[in-house]
């Protein structure tokens, strides 16, 4: 009897095949992972906390499917070819492993990586080198348009991808020096001062194609030559702007003189008195207006009908000695950023859920938490300030430092009705935050150590929504004190200072 010398190719083959194609999905998924981890790291360098999430155990993951998958597929190889002469089967056998793991092992990072935002697009540096941001408009239902008014010019971009819309230019040698809150009806309201002088000129904006549509000149107050919050408002059809006597209005549409009030009377002898901020909101227009003596101050505020201008009613403000700082954190429900310059004396949000009644004080400053309201960079934003600040309902949410802390590490919510503390979330230190839908706010992380962290919060209780630790943004292209926005499927970044870092960044 004559035996076939040949190997058998039968059982054992078979698995020895299948073998080879386990050890090559093994290789396959050492690959992946060494690639996926080593593009995640930014500068190609990171250690412990820096590292972002998910990289540490893809990385661990890659060397060990390295030494691991490498010998074992040599191995298998070796067992195969023993059985089935050749080199092109096995080849073979490996590429298909190397393919049937790429799908899964993608599926594994995500896991470990959890959910990211990454830049999808980044706006041209401003030019000239030395302008800065004053504030942002959004313009359509989920923001297709940003605005952002810088001190030389208004520019447009298309949140969607960062284009360039239109650019409006500040007159000739005057810088913007206000701007409403908001647009209404696809108008905005700007306002523009020569150097040192108050602010005189007044433009209302169509910001869908960056037309002028009217201007007015008017009688400054003399206090503010600068950037500087709440001079003008919009409301329903009414253009309100703050003068030096107290308040005019216009036609939104035509800039038509519609009415104006005289504010500037004097309570007391000696006293001076000026308008210092102005609100607009549901047909009723705000005043705060402040008095200042030799050795003291008041103040009241004022609420007038925002289609007559006639006064419906006026409150004091518990203040004793001049105001150094007022600014409005929210028109409805009125409330007011409210600190004297007396060291003793009121430093707190001034919430107004009863229009007619006494404020509800929230102090800046307690055994907890000191609130941080304003932005932490004091050369960008001057004409809207308060974006560490938000109302969502009847609650504020605010930044806030611990006891000790130089910078703001948490995120607080306060009741507006009685001023309680009802939660804080300790996120690290602050960058942005703004409002994400009803009763929800975003929170942005700073990205300085090269990946930041966006949370979305319950307002009503704190509560994290989605990932407990956030969402992993993979870029540091925006400084502490930018203003988020959401714009559909966009978060959009906007920087004070357009020139060390885009203006606008596109987050997905």
């Keep these: ?8 190719t039968g059982r054992g083959a078979v698995g020895a095949g299948l073998a080879v194609v386990a050890a090559g999905a093994a290789v396959g998924l050492a690959v992946e992972f060494h690639v996926l981890g080593w593009t995640s790291v930014p500068g190609g360098e990171c250690g412990g906390d820096d590292c972002p999430e998910g990289t540490i155990p893809t990385l661990l993951l890659a060397f060990l499917l390295t030494f691991v998958g490498f010998g074992v597929l040599a191995r298998a190889i070796q067992s195969f070819t023993e059985r089935r002469p050749g080199k092109g089967v096995p080849a073979v056998l490996t590429v298909a492993g190397v393919l049937l793991a790429l799908w899964p092992g993608w599926q594994a990072y995500l896991w470990m990586r959890g959910p990211v935002l990454d830049a999808s697009w980044q ?3 401003d030019r000239p080198a030395t302008v800065r941001a004053q504030g942002v408009w959004t313009v359509g239902r989920d923001a297709p348009t940003v605005v952002r ?12 991808g960062g284009e360039r819309r239109w650019t409006l230019r500040a007159p000739v040698r005057e810088s913007v020096c206000g701007m409403s809150e908001r647009v209404v009806d696809r ?10 002088k108050p602010c005189d000129t007044v433009w209302g904006v169509d910001t869908r194609t960056g037309r002028k549509l009217w201007e007015r000149n008017i009688k400054g107050v003399a206090q503010f030559t ?21 308040v005019q209005a216009y036609g939104l549409a035509d800039g038509r003189p519609r009415w104006s009030a005289d504010l500037n009377r004097k309570h007391r002898d000696g006293e001076a008195c000026a308008p210092n901020v102005v609100s607009a909101a549901g047909g009723t227009t705000t005043v705060v207006v402040t008095c200042a003596t030799a050795d003291g101050g008041s103040g009241r505020l004022v609420t007038l009908d925002g289609a007559t201008g006639r006064q419906r009613g006026s409150l004091a403000l518990p203040v004793e000695s001049p105001a150094d700082t007022v600014m409005v954190l929210s028109a409805d429900p009125f409330t007011l950023l409210l600190k004297e310059s007396d060291k003793r004396g009121v430093a707190a949000v001034l919430a107004y859920p009863d229009p007619a009644g006494d404020p509800v004080r929230i102090p800046l400053t307690g055994d907890d938490e000191d609130l941080k309201p304003l932005s932490a960079d004091y050369d960008t934003f001057e004409a809207r300030p308060a ?28 009741a507006l009705r009685d001023g309680r503390h009802l939660w804080h979330a300790d996120l690290g230190e602050v960058a942005a935050l703004a409002p994400a839908g009803r009763g929800r706010v975003a929170v942005l992380g700073s990205g300085l150590l090269g990946n930041g962290r966006l949370w979305t919060l319950d ?4 509560h994290r929504i989605g990932e407990d630790d956030g969402t992993t943004v993979r870029t540091d292209r925006y400084a502490t004190g930018a203003e988020l926005l959401r714009a559909g499927d966009t978060w959009v970044v906007v ?3 357009g020139t060390s870092q885009p203006p606008l960044l596109g987050l997905r």
């Design 1 to 8: 009897m004559i035996e076939d010398s040949r190997p058998r």
């Design 226 to 246: 600068s950037g500087s919050d709440s001079l003008l408002a919009a409301d329903r059809d009414v253009a309100v702007a703050l003068t030096g006597t107290g």
């Design 495 to 497: 920087n004070g200072d």
């Design 387 to 414: 974006l560490w600040a938000t109302v969502s309902g009847d609650t504020l949410v605010v930044a806030a430092a611990k006891p000790g802390a130089t910078s703001a590490d948490r995120v607080s919510g306060y």
């Design 187 to 196: 108008v905005g309201l700007v306002a523009f001062a020569p150097y040192r």
């Design 149 to 160: 008014v810088r001190d030389d010019a208004l520019v447009s971009y298309d949140s969607h």
């Design 123 to 125: 706006a041209a540096p």
């Design 459 to 462: 307002t009503a209780h704190g």
